[in-house]
């Protein structure tokens, strides 16, 4: 039998594919990783498709810069994933006019 999957990151289930909501909301609340569940200092990670970094919308939680460097190099990882960082961001949560109903992270200062 081969090694043992990588396990998946606080914020996510199932598989890199599937956020859980709940605990993207606790990261954004309680401002910790969404890959470790610890606290978060700065500066602030956050990893997303080219169009989410286009956008500077993100919809993955904020994460420590090696956290987010672990996370873009777990073999189920997209190999489009970016990590940009900044200083602070903003939770936004959807409203009824939105089609993608999913919370995003804006970052306020990117580094």
Request: net charge negative; aromatic share 8%; proline share 10%.
């Amino acid at each position: 039998m081969g090694a043992a999957a990588d396990p998946l990151p606080f914020a996510w289930s199932g598989s890199l594919e599937t956020l859980d909501g709940k605990r993207v909301t606790q990261c954004a609340l309680s401002r910790i990783c969404g890959v470790c569940g610890q606290s978060l200092g700065r500066p602030i990670a956050f990893v997303g498709t080219p169009l989410e970094v286009g956008r500077n919308a993100f919809h993955a939680p904020p994460l420590h810069e090696s956290c987010a460097d672990t996370l873009v190099r777990m073999p189920a990882a997209d190999p489009s994933w970016e990590a940009v960082t900044t200083s602070g961001f903003e939770f936004v949560r959807p409203t009824r006019e939105d089609e993608d109903r999913r919370p995003t992270f804006q970052p306020n200062s990117l580094l």
